[in-house]
């Protein structure tokens, strides 16, 4: 079974730091893009970072210049720094990886999604 589990959530105050890790793992082949969303209360789940295997990124704009997003894909891990926390960045954060398996001489991508990790900014 595959299972993907994001920790590094927090209680911070605005302007901190915090760093997210999403680890993958099971009977993974490889993993082709892994993505950060975040979903608030009472709001829909949106995509703040993307990264893919060889390390190309993107952001959304809300939070381009302050979120950092990176991969380890020896570990099936990916890592988002949070900087300059503002309070709208309270959310629950979750990880997404678009993972290869292979079974019966098939090989498939599925997508995968964490539990998800709170961050809560107080102002």
């Known amino acids: 079974q595959v299972h993907v589990v994001e920790s590094g959530g927090g209680l911070v105050q605005a302007g901190g730091s915090l760093r997210l890790s999403c680890a993958a793992s099971g009977p993974i082949v490889s993993i082709n893009t892994m993505d950060w969303y975040r979903q608030a209360p009472g709001k829909q789940r949106e995509l703040v970072a993307s990264i893919t295997s060889g390390g190309s990124t993107n952001y959304a704009d809300s939070v381009s210049g302050r979120f950092t997003i990176s991969r380890d894909n020896a570990k099936n891990t990916a890592y988002l720094q949070i900087n300059s926390l503002k309070p709208e960045d309270t959310a629950v954060y979750y990880c997404?990886?678009?993972?290869?398996?292979?079974?019966?001489?098939?090989?498939?991508?599925?997508?995968?999604w964490g539990q998800g990790t709170q961050v809560t900014v107080s102002s």
């Open positions: 997404n990886a678009h993972i290869l398996l292979s079974g019966s001489g098939v090989s498939y991508y599925r997508d995968y």
